[in-house]
């Protein structure tokens, strides 16, 4: 079976029900102590084995991060952290790469099955020796993938392929060790370590993340993918993604999360940075499907994401696609800053919150170049006692002549327990720039439920239907694969919303 | 055999149907006719299911299954299909997926296997030339900035998707013109056969000459006053209602 069909297969399998990924495995782990203090970030450094620039990084990141106080600005709320009361270091404990499948943890198979990854791939995973060098089957374009599973990531598969066009994706900690230099000259030059709370405390104790460099010129053969999950009971999951496109290169990258079932609320700071060179493309999209909590609101991830593009470059694009479904509480704002001429940045999101989700998140669009252009569209979702904002910011400079906004931000209500919220922010001081703002907002109308009910139509797959048709403009940005995934996963999010 | 025995119903607490009676046997079509108020729609509504359309007495039985018991998607699976007055508007449903879902659920439900998108296609094809409907209205979104006549044609195909086996056409030939009106009676007429029945609700005779009913039903406040055969239609253009419901008093 091609592993595009059987991709799809396990991701029906997985998504029909209810929170399916509510699973735990059963790993030996290492754990750092419980407590974050300079000790702790010198003992993850030193784990990690990394240059001394880097701790030196990290110290300066703590240091800032001591002196900074929680975002109180977003419109979610939610009892105070303790961030003296996780672990800040986790790594499964198995090292030595094995032979076959056979000779792997089979908990960590049963996790990957759950994630709904192929075995082929399951084997590339877990290190399985010569596993990398299977060609790809099928016509379609491969997907290599990147697992971070509890802070540090297991493998990376075809990376032989990815090898012969000079492409490097691997896990960040890899990176600092192999490629120091690509990661010093970009490591937090557009998200710096003094950002934002979350973005400092990320810098301080970040674990691993992936790390992508397309040389120049390089279009990328197949979709670069990773899993993120969170597994260790209270281990916070810093993650940090440095994705790098040189002059003309192109590459798209896709980002998926699942988590298991946990009572307690888990915290989630990861930052990721891109940077477009000259007539570079960057295409990000997420689907992110965390556990967000059960139906009164207890437990679920604490998503704090500070994700950020730079279009360095003359004619560079950064394109972001989310599709939010999980989590308690979403604050995430991927956002692109227009330096280069001509450059362009586009955002594109869905966000659903149902029972006692929040999601405050939108994207920031900085425009410095001239001729720049930015579109975004966002399609929030409420359900239950859900509360939904955008937020979003279009920054014009001065020196931006002729640049460009397009935004058009779509809300939609299910029950009458909910919230939506939009809050644009336009900062325009260029006379010759034009920004468009549209907005709507509507519900799911009785007469609709109805008429897809008289043809036949569970109550339940007409909502899918029609919030499917509400986030059509964002979804046909996502790559087919995920497509199907976010189709399914809109469809679960919104069980029980209607009725 | 759609058999509605004293049939009551309230829509915001006010009687509209006051006992309805028809029996409508395989292979037939009846008209039902009527003034403003009449309940004709409350009747098609009733008999679909719609929320806030309570039913307080009566019953309804389609080929010997209590329809009153079902949700309307299980009515819809059970064989019957109704043809909105006003139809939906879905944006950002595309008109194939929409077809294709409503197909394969209805499908599912009968123990039938479901249709590939290929499959679907060709049968979509097929029935869209039978109804003159141009190919890209499978891509639009449903209903969504179609004319009026396109909306009617296109709950037409979906009959002719889903064959049903009672369809209930609510005021189908209001808004048309007459070339959409012929077309829109082509499809009801392919339709005719010994497994299929349909209730044609209108205000006027018009309709009646392109689908020739077996029989001809007057309904006026919630009851029905008068039936006959297709004669009884003409009566109506001529006299009017008031004629035919002077004579029922």
């Known amino acids: 079976m091609p592993a595009v069909e059987e991709t799809l297969d396990t991701v029906r399998d997985a998504t029909q029900g209810a929170y399916k990924w509510g699973f735990e495995t059963d790993i030996e782990m290492e754990f750092a102590p419980k407590g974050l203090n300079e000790d702790i970030v010198r003992f993850i450094s030193a784990k990690k084995n990394e240059p001394s620039w880097l701790l030196e990084w990290r110290l300066r990141a703590f240091q800032a991060w001591q002196g900074m106080e929680e975002p109180r600005w977003p419109a979610v709320t939610y009892p105070p952290i303790d961030y003296q009361d996780a672990y800040y270091y986790a790594a499964p404990k198995e090292k030595i790469g094995p032979k076959s499948l056979d000779e792997v943890d089979p908990e960590l198979l049963k996790s990957y099955a759950k994630l709904g990854i192929p075995l082929k791939e399951q084997a590339i995973l877990a290190g399985v020796e010569g596993a990398g060098d299977v060609p790809a089957d099928g016509g379609r374009m491969p997907v290599a993938v990147d697992a971070v599973f509890d802070s540090v990531s297991v493998a990376t598969t075809y990376k032989h392929r990815l090898e012969k066009e000079g492409i490097i994706f691997c896990s960040m900690s890899e990176a600092v060790q192999n490629h120091p230099d690509l990661v010093r000259k970009y490591l937090g030059t557009v998200v710096p370590h003094t950002d934002n709370f979350f973005a400092a405390l990320n810098s301080a104790v970040f674990t691993d993340g992936s790390f992508v460099y397309i040389p120049k010129g390089v279009r990328c053969p197949m979709e670069l993918s990773t899993y993120f999950r969170i597994n260790a009971k209270s281990t916070g999951q810093f993650e940090r993604t440095l994705i790098i496109a040189d002059e003309g290169a192109t590459v798209s990258y896709l980002e998926g999360c699942t988590a298991p079932q946990r009572d307690e609320n888990q915290l989630h700071a990861a930052v990721v940075e891109l940077v477009a060179l000259d007539d570079a493309s960057i295409k990000y999209s997420t689907v992110q499907n965390w556990y967000p909590g059960d139906e009164n609101g207890k437990g679920g991830i604490y998503n704090f994401v500070t994700k950020r593009a730079a279009c360095r470059g003359k004619r560079s694009k950064v394109s972001w696609t989310q599709v939010e479904t999980g989590s308690a509480i979403t604050w995430k704002y991927p956002s692109c800053i227009l330096q280069g001429e001509d450059s362009v940045g586009e955002f594109y999101s869905v966000a659903i919150t149902n029972n006692h989700q929040q999601a405050d998140t939108g994207t920031k669009m900085i425009h410095l170049g001239k001729n720049t252009r930015s579109t975004i569209v966002s399609k929030g979702i409420s359900a239950g006692k859900g509360q939904n904002t955008y937020r979003g910011l279009v920054r014009i400079s001065p020196k931006a002549a002729n640049a460009r906004n397009f935004t058009q931000c779509d809300s939609l209500l299910i029950g009458d327990l909910c919230g939506a919220h939009t809050v644009p922010y336009i900062e325009n001081r260029c006379m010759t720039a034009k920004t468009e703002h549209e907005a709507t907002t509507s519900r799911i109308a009785e007469d609709q439920l109805f008429y897809c009910r008289q043809r036949g139509l569970s109550q339940e797959d007409a909502v899918g239907l029609i919030v499917n048709g509400f986030c059509r403009e964002v979804l046909k940005e996502l790559p087919m694969e995920f497509a199907v995934e976010a189709q399914k996963l809109l469809q679960i999010s919104l069980e029980g919303s209607v009725g | ?249």
């Open chain 2, 1 to 249: 055999m759609l058999r509605i025995e004293n049939l009551t119903a309230e829509v915001e607490g006010k009687p509209i149907l006051k006992g309805v009676t028809l029996e409508i046997p395989d292979g037939e079509i009846h008209a039902v006719m009527g003034p403003n108020g009449a309940g004709k729609s409350t009747l098609s509504y009733a008999l679909a299911g719609r929320e806030g359309y309570e039913i307080t007495g009566g019953s309804v039985l389609l080929n010997g299954q209590d329809l009153l018991e079902m949700e309307p998607e299980e009515r819809a699976a059970s064989g019957l299909f109704l043809a909105f007055q006003y139809p939906v508007e879905l944006p950002g449903v595309g008109n194939a997926n929409f077809l294709r879902t409503a197909l394969n659920a209805i499908r599912r439900t009968r123990g039938e296997a479901e249709v590939d998108a290929m499959q679907f296609l060709k049968l979509a094809r097929t029935r869209m030339k039978e109804l003159s409907m141009p190919e890209d209205m499978l891509k639009r979104g449903v209903n969504v900035g179609f004319s009026g006549g396109e909306k009617k044609r296109n709950e037409i195909l979906q009959m002719a998707l889903l064959q049903p086996k009672i369809a209930i056409l609510d005021e189908t030939d209001s808004g048309l013109d007459i070339d959409a009106l012929k077309i829109v009676a082509d499809g009801v007429n392919a339709m005719r056969g010994p497994d299929f029945s349909a209730l044609v609700i209108t205000h006027y005779q018009r309709l009646l000459n392109h689908i020739v009913p077996d029989r001809v039903h007057v309904l006026a406040d919630g009851r029905i006053v008068a039936s006959g055969g297709p004669e009884l239609a003409h009566r109506l253009e001529a006299e009017g209602y008031a004629g035919v419901l002077d004579e029922a008093a």
